[in-house]
């Protein structure tokens, strides 16, 4: 029975389509509506640093810290911030954690103390250190970073604030 039935169901679909079979059409929309829209993707400010730092060697270069005034960007606390060494290679990736500090004073004008340690002194040399701001999102700012530099045993100290990029 039920064969019986789908074999009258495909006759009567094939006699449709010989009867009248599908003709192409062309389609169109003609509605005046439209939208616009926007978006944006988030954008983390990065620490506002002062326009200068500071370099103290310390005797014979064998305690070099290095100073920063900065302030955070509007809705963002100290807790947001992280402190490193910015773009560190060799001994220093494995020493710089041992043998430094950083310490952060103040408010809503910070100053950042970032002690180089010894190895990092007395050969002299150059270092860039910063920070950045973390987002609840975990997404981060750019680094804002400061270029130490001295000459053996802590001669001509300098410290240069380099622009975010």
Same mark, same amino acid.
């Given at each position: 029975?039920k064969?019986?039935?789908?074999?009258?169901?495909?006759?009567? %679909?094939?006699?449709?389509?010989?009867?009248?079979?599908?003709?192409?059409?062309l389609?169109?929309?003609?509605?005046?509506?439209?939208?616009?829209?926007?978006?944006?993707?988030? +954008? %983390?400010?990065?620490?506002v640093?002062?326009?200068?730092?500071?370099?103290a060697p310390?005797?014979?270069?064998l305690?070099? %810290?290095?100073?920063?005034?900065?302030?955070l960007?509007?809705?963002?606390?100290?807790?947001?911030?992280?402190?490193?060494?910015y773009?560190?290679?060799?001994?220093?990736?494995?020493?710089?954690?041992?043998?430094?500090?950083?310490?952060?004073?103040?408010g809503p004008?910070?100053? +950042?103390?970032?002690g180089?340690?010894?190895?990092?002194?007395?050969l002299?040399?150059?270092?860039?250190?910063?920070?950045?701001?973390?987002h609840?999102?975990?997404?981060?700012?750019?680094?804002?970073?400061?270029?130490?530099?001295?000459?053996?045993?802590?001669?001509?100290?300098?410290?240069?604030?380099?622009?975010v %990029?």
């Amino acid at each position: 029975m039920k064969r019986a039935l789908v074999g009258i169901g495909v006759l009567a %679909v094939a006699a449709a389509l010989l009867v009248s079979p599908p003709r192409p059409t062309l389609a169109s929309w003609a509605d005046t509506e439209n939208a616009t829209g926007a978006f944006g993707a988030l +954008t %983390v400010p990065p620490p506002v640093l002062g326009a200068t730092c500071t370099l103290a060697p310390g005797a014979l270069g064998l305690n070099p %810290v290095i100073t920063i005034t900065w302030s955070l960007p509007a809705g963002y606390a100290l807790g947001d911030v992280r402190y490193g060494y910015y773009n560190v290679t060799g001994l220093e990736v494995v020493t710089g954690a041992l043998l430094s500090s950083i310490t952060t004073t103040g408010g809503p004008t910070y100053t +950042t103390k970032f002690g180089s340690g010894l190895l990092a002194g007395l050969l002299g040399g150059s270092k860039s250190v910063g920070m950045l701001i973390v987002h609840s999102s975990g997404w981060t700012s750019k680094w804002a970073t400061v270029t130490a530099t001295m000459g053996l045993a802590g001669a001509n100290p300098t410290c240069t604030v380099n622009p975010v %990029v």
